[in-house]
């Protein structure tokens, strides 16, 4: 009994020294509160400050805005640098040293991060609406206006745009398309037309992925069944040694919804493959070397067609994933929480697929089309889940599965000569992707910034509905704002912006634009010069957010800096080394020469 482990801890435990130390140390991690400053904007510093941020990144994200928009460089540790046209990723590169001036450019980046969460593009426009916004708003709050009903003026002409800008809307054709990508991926026509290919291929709501090429051109890769990132187990399953890959006809599906450790357990299953000549996939959680040497060892036989891959994700997701190929194949999933088990499951648990190819990294599954009726049922389920699902990570994996299931999914593979213009050209194509599902959601308005123009013509109206003075003053500073964009646009084209701005009201058509690109007025709807109607919606709603948060705020509390340690110079000695006396030799007396 004295080797037995209860007094051992039970003298552990009553160590009075021990309790006592954890006690000690318990008191010592107390949170140290962080000191803080606060500053007020009783002489107008806070804001400008403020407005200093919003200012340098309206500045730096502008200079992309536009068919002839220019690159940013960002500097990155460890590769090479980035050189990028898309907003959104120079928006989260952007760190200013002073605390003030960074506080405004995380207020103002909302505005463009949101947007490009909902839209997934529009990134640029929502922060210089916003700049204009702020810009135009402190101007009149600084004669001395009052911020709240300025920013409830703009709030309320923001409300009033959104239902004009839906009369303006329409829907989009299918071969409008490609302009709206085109213009998104900045006018390269060739990118527009892959994309606009691809959704065509796929179906509106069909899965469109976009994946590094291992070439220095773009390519469409359209896969036909159920594809999905798993490749073989083992090398040793490959039947066409050139391709390295398997291809089997014919075949069946063996689905395990847990890790196989015992060989013994697939003896029925696998004799019956044996025998009736047929091969045979195993799809398993995980499939252990003790009991994958003996289909390994038989196949190099030549006994046994057979391959096994592991199952499609993890957890919940890899349940569902198995349960999808059952219905698509007409299979049965084995289970414990079902009542199957391996060892006694019989040939009629098994799937059956016309055609199945394992590369290493990758399975397709083609049926014969006779579980259309089940598929098509299933994915009625998975719609509704997508229905009442407010997460949007949920939401791409239901349509994801979706997709799998109805059997087409397009795979846009970037390519490119150097690993900065593959960066750079993968952050269009997915701008562009985006905008063109944001015009199916939505339709189209006409672009290059004067479907923001047009709107501004309509405040004049809007301003007859509100309440007093001051919210009109705050639909005036939500009219001069909506030039910004247009204005900025014709800047980075090398064109004086006032004048732009003015040639285009000045015609009735509500077509009728500057053409950027080409450097001409004409109808840009036939042009195909069109945005989407969300992702103008977003930087209307979303700039105005920001916009009226920020007026109306008149102190900020911001970290105290902690200065930097200085380093501590080393101490001078406190005596000086001795030093030999310079009368006295630096030689032993044996050394010295001696003379007679």
């Known amino acids: 009994m004295a080797c037995s482990p209860a007094p051992i801890s039970a003298i552990s435990f009553a160590n009075p020294t021990l309790v006592k130390r954890a006690s000690v140390s318990s008191s010592t991690l107390k949170p140290r509160a962080v000191a803080k400053e606060v500053y007020f904007n009783h002489d107008g510093s806070a804001t400008r400050k403020l407005q200093a941020g919003v200012d340098l990144v309206a500045e730096l994200i502008g200079v992309t805005l536009g068919p002839k928009g220019r690159n940013v460089v960002l500097q990155n540790k460890y590769g090479p640098p980035k050189i990028v046209n898309d907003g959104e990723t120079v928006l989260k590169e952007i760190e200013l040293e002073d605390p003030l001036e960074n506080v405004g450019v995380k207020l103002v980046r909302q505005a463009g991060a949101k947007t490009n969460d909902l839209a997934g593009d529009g990134c640029t426009t929502s922060i210089v609406l916003a700049h204009g916004l702020i810009t135009e708003g402190i101007k009149v709050i600084s004669a001395g206006l009052n911020p709240v009903q300025i920013a409830r003026g703009i709030e309320k002409t923001a409300k009033a745009l959104v239902s004009e800008l839906r009369l303006m809307s329409r829907e989009v054709e299918d071969d409008e398309l490609v302009h709206v990508a085109s213009v998104s991926a900045g006018n390269d026509f060739i990118l527009g037309k892959m994309i606009s290919d691809a959704i065509q291929q796929v179906g509106r709501r069909?899965?469109?992925?976009?994946?590094?090429?291992?070439?220095?051109?773009?390519?469409?890769?359209?896969?036909?069944?159920?594809?999905?990132?798993?490749?073989?187990?083992?090398?040793?399953?490959?039947?066409?040694?050139?391709?390295?890959?398997?291809?089997?006809?014919?075949?069946?599906?063996?689905?395990?919804?847990?890790?196989?450790?015992?060989?013994?357990?697939?003896?029925?299953?696998?004799?019956?493959?044996?025998?009736?000549?047929?091969?045979?996939?195993?799809?398993?959680?995980?499939?252990?070397?003790?009991?994958?040497?003996?289909?390994?060892?038989?196949?190099?036989?030549?006994?046994?067609?057979?391959?096994?891959?592991?199952?499609?994700?993890?957890?919940?997701?890899?349940?569902?994933?198995?349960?999808?190929?059952?219905?698509?194949?007409?299979?049965?999933?084995?289970?414990?929480?079902?009542?199957?088990?391996?060892?006694?499951?019989?040939?009629?648990?098994?799937?059956?697929?016309?055609?199945?190819?394992?590369?290493?990294?990758?399975?397709?599954?083609?049926?014969?089309?006779?579980?259309?009726?089940?598929?098509?049922?299933?994915?009625?389920?998975?719609?509704?889940?997508?229905?009442?699902?407010?997460?949007?990570?949920?939401?791409?994996?239901?349509?994801?599965?979706?997709?799998?299931?109805?059997?087409?999914?397009?795979?846009?593979?970037?390519?490119?000569?150097?690993?900065?213009?593959?960066?750079?050209?993968?952050?269009?194509?997915?701008?562009?992707?985006?905008?063109?599902?944001?015009?199916?959601?939505?339709?189209?308005?006409?672009?290059?910034?004067?479907?923001?123009?047009?709107?501004?013509?309509?405040?004049?109206?809007?301003?007859?509905?509100?309440?007093?003075?001051?919210?009109?003053?705050?639909?005036?500073?939500?009219?001069?704002?909506?030039?910004?964009?247009?204005?900025?646009?014709?800047?980075?084209?090398?064109?004086?912006?006032?004048?732009?701005?003015?040639?285009?009201?000045?015609?009735?058509?509500?077509?009728?634009?500057?053409?950027?690109?080409r450097d001409s007025y004409e109808n840009l709807m036939q042009a195909g010069i069109m945005d989407p109607t969300k992702v103008i919606r977003c930087c209307v709603e979303h700039a105005a957010s920001v916009a009226k948060t920020f007026l109306t705020a008149d102190a900020i509390v911001v970290e105290t800096k902690e200065p930097e340690p200085i380093p501590k110079r080393k101490q001078m000695p406190s005596q000086m080394p001795r030093m030999p006396s310079l009368t006295k030799s630096l030689f032993p007396k044996q050394l010295l020469p001696t003379y007679q």
């Open 206 to 517: 069909g899965v469109v992925r976009i994946e590094k090429g291992k070439c220095t051109e773009n390519s469409l890769q359209i896969v036909e069944g159920m594809q999905f990132d798993r490749g073989y187990l083992s090398p040793y399953f490959v039947t066409d040694r050139q391709k390295m890959n398997v291809e089997f006809d014919n075949c069946k599906l063996l689905l395990v919804d847990k890790k196989i450790t015992n060989p013994k357990d697939m003896f029925k299953i696998l004799d019956s493959a044996v025998k009736e000549k047929y091969p045979i996939v195993i799809v398993a959680e995980g499939i252990e070397q003790e009991a994958l040497a003996p289909v390994i060892r038989n196949k190099l036989k030549g006994l046994l067609k057979a391959a096994a891959i592991k199952a499609p994700a993890f957890g919940e997701r890899k349940s569902h994933c198995l349960d999808d190929i059952a219905i698509l194949t007409r299979g049965t999933v084995i289970r414990d929480d079902a009542g199957l088990t391996l060892e006694r499951a019989g040939k009629e648990v098994l799937g059956t697929a016309t055609k199945v190819v394992i590369t290493k990294d990758s399975t397709l599954i083609v049926t014969d089309g006779s579980s259309r009726k089940a598929v098509e049922k299933r994915v009625s389920q998975i719609q509704r889940l997508v229905e009442n699902t407010q997460e949007n990570f949920q939401k791409n994996i239901l349509n994801e599965r979706i997709a799998r299931l109805s059997g087409v999914i397009a795979i846009l593979q970037v390519g490119a000569q150097t690993q900065v213009e593959l960066k750079d050209k993968q952050l269009r194509i997915e701008d562009a992707l985006n905008a063109t599902k944001a015009a199916i959601e939505e339709g189209v308005v006409v672009g290059g910034g004067c479907s923001l123009l047009r709107l501004s013509a309509k405040v004049d109206g809007i301003k007859e509905l509100l309440d007093n003075q001051e919210q009109k003053i705050g639909a005036d500073i939500f009219k001069k704002a909506l030039i910004y964009p247009t204005r900025l646009i014709a800047k980075n084209a090398g064109v004086n912006g006032n004048v732009v701005v003015e040639k285009v009201l000045s015609n009735d058509d509500v077509n009728f634009g500057y053409n950027a690109a």
